[in-house]
């Protein structure tokens, strides 16, 4: 199965994320991880993401879309897989659809994790007190105020892909606000 899980940050998708992966035996991608992978291993494609980032650049989403195409080639990706913050704009998603039609691949489903945005913030107050509170470190991005910077950037970039996988007719829904136990069960009749 090729999935894409979409919602703002603190929604779940991580969370669930995990456990579509030991359901689905299908690797969880990460553009952070692919890029340092592709860098690491020195391909082409990664050569020229190190180029870009070495000069303080953000990779474009060509060299994204490169990456990710070298990643999907991968064996352990015959079966499919997940992922979760990539795209995080119309355009990569078109760029991304393009890609899997020439490889002749197909998404299988896009789930969307909705969420009471407000809530989310309280949700995101109570995880970094309880992460404090056992004596871990709290996640930079647990800040609210850096919280609530990341859910406006997903608001102005990110939403929007809702409409267009729905116009592609992929897009699945999950309420993200329901235990997380309930969620996997949602997600269970969604890629069975």
Not at 70 to 80: A, M, Q, S, V
Not at 126 to 131: P, Q
């Amino acid at each position: 199965m090729r999935i894409i899980l979409l919602g703002p940050p603190g929604a779940g998708k991580g969370t669930q994320a995990v456990r579509l992966v030991e359901r689905l035996g299908v690797p969880q991608l990460s553009t952070g991880d692919m890029l340092r992978a592709a860098i690491a291993a020195g391909t082409p494609v990664g050569l020229k993401a190190k180029a870009i980032m070495d000069r303080g650049d953000l990779v474009s989403d060509d060299v994204v879309l490169g990456i990710i195409a070298e990643r999907i080639e991968e064996p352990d990706t015959r079966k499919g897989f997940i992922l979760d913050g990539f795209p995080r704009t119309v355009a990569q998603a078109e760029g991304f659809d393009r890609m899997l039609e020439q490889k002749g691949l197909k998404l299988d489903a896009v789930i969307e994790f909705k969420v009471d945005q407000d809530a989310l913030v309280e949700r995101i107050v109570k995880r970094a007190k309880e992460t404090e509170a056992r004596g871990e470190p709290v996640r930079k991005d647990d800040n609210p105020e850096v919280f609530k910077t990341r859910l406006e950037a997903y608001r102005t970039q990110t939403a929007p892909l809702s409409t267009y996988y729905e116009g592609r007719g992929c897009l699945r829904a999950v309420d993200g606000m329901r235990p997380i136990d309930e969620v996997t069960e949602a997600l269970k009749k969604i890629v069975g």
